[in-house]
């Protein structure tokens, strides 16, 4: 069955980066983009970005463009979310999820990540 | 920029129907496709609705979707109303870049 299972809890002082990992399996890693989309708490969901992981390419939202950096590990069927310059309102739970277009069909478990100092 | 405008919230009844809109601000509606995605507190988003009106498997067909070009809207009915029900929900769509843009979201409460 798919999955995508992300990395850890955070707590990142402001200024600092964070990476935030999506291991996926269950399919051909290759084969489905993938997004990125944050929660602030008790706020909605805000999309982050897309990777393709057969080739790398990226594609950004306006928002976070020289900021967020998404990357991909095709050996481990993993991807990046590395997010720089951390300030406190980039507390939240960021997701991954996979792309089915037009539809997100799967959705990792979330991690969420704390900037505070 | 492309908004999502959604009520903040809703409640009804158990047994009930609500209907829940998602007014796109500008571009038709009819240009993108729209998915829906329930929230359960503590959970990941899960998608209820994709291509305007479709439902992926194991979805209850107390679940439909609809898009109105006269209203530039698209619409999430829940029918026969349960306690599961109660949950956040999502509209999704895209803009003319083909980024993604999340509707605000509505609170479902079942009374």
């Known amino acids: 069955q798919v999955q995508l299972v992300q990395s850890g809890a955070e707590v990142k002082k402001p200024g600092a980066s964070v990476k935030v990992s999506c291991k996926a399996s269950?399919?051909?890693?290759?084969?489905?983009?993938l997004h990125w989309v944050r929660q602030a708490p008790g706020q909605g969901l805000e999309w982050m970005g897309i990777i393709n992981p057969n080739g790398d390419s990226t594609n950004y939202a306006q928002k976070f463009r020289g900021r967020v950096t998404m990357t991909r590990d095709t050996a481990t069927s993993t991807v990046y979310m590395e997010l720089s310059s951390l300030r406190s309102e980039d507390t939240a739970v960021y997701y991954c999820a996979r792309n089915s277009y037009p539809r997100f069909d799967h959705w990792g478990q979330g991690t969420l990540v704390t900037v505070s100092s | 920029n492309l908004m999502l405008t959604q009520p903040h919230s809703v409640s009804e009844s158990p047994g009930k129907t609500v209907t829940i809109s998602c007014t796109r601000s500008s571009g038709s509606i009819a240009n993108n496709y729209v998915q829906w995605y329930q929230q359960r507190p503590g959970s990941s988003p899960t998608s209820v609705i994709y291509e305007n009106n479709l439902r992926p498997s194991g979805v209850p067909d107390r679940f439909s979707g609809s898009i109105d070009s006269s209203s530039n809207s698209a619409s999430l009915t829940i029918s026969g109303l349960k306690t599961e029900d109660e949950a956040d929900y999502y509209c999704?769509?895209?803009?003319?870049?083909?980024?993604?843009?999340f509707g605000g979201g509505t609170k479902v409460t079942v009374l």
């Open positions: 269950g399919y051909t890693f290759t084969s489905y983009y």
């Open positions: 999704q769509s895209y803009d003319t870049r083909n980024h993604v843009v």
